[in-house]
């Protein structure tokens, strides 16, 4: 099992984009924990996740302008970020917890890279 990121890019400060994280494999259940973001020289940071009641968390630095998504039935997780600035440039890496048959894996997508300019 694998997770893809997609969607990085390089925008201007102001702009948009949106993040795509897509499970494959032989997969029975999949819980999306979130997005996380390494900006360069810095640490991994969480940016979005779900909560165990179903709601959204989002570090300070992006509410308000950053929304986590998810189709249960596309084995996908989103991310659509607006208002970016110089400081929301990062890699960006999605997180899951995948059931396989007989096992549950703790997967990390590739990364995407998202490069704003000011």
């Known amino acids: 099992v694998q997770l893809q990121a997609s969607g990085g890019g390089l925008v201007q400060a102001g702009g948009s984009l949106r993040l795509s994280c897509a499970a494959s494999?032989?997969?029975?259940?999949?819980?999306?924990m979130g997005w996380y973001r390494q900006p360069p020289g810095k640490q991994r940071e969480l940016v979005a996740s779900?909560?165990?009641?179903?709601?959204?968390h989002y570090a300070d630095s992006v509410k308000g302008r950053f929304t986590i998504s998810r189709d249960n039935a596309k084995n996908t997780l989103y991310l659509v970020m607006a208002s970016l600035v110089p400081e929301d440039t990062a890699v960006y890496y999605c997180?899951?917890?995948?059931?396989?048959?007989?096992?549950?894996?703790?997967?990390w997508g590739q990364g995407t890279l998202v490069t704003v300019s000011s």
């Open positions: 997180n899951a917890f995948i059931r396989q048959r007989s096992r549950i894996d703790d997967v």
């Open positions: 494999g032989s997969i029975f259940s999949i819980n999306f």
């Open positions: 779900f909560t165990s009641g179903g709601g959204t």
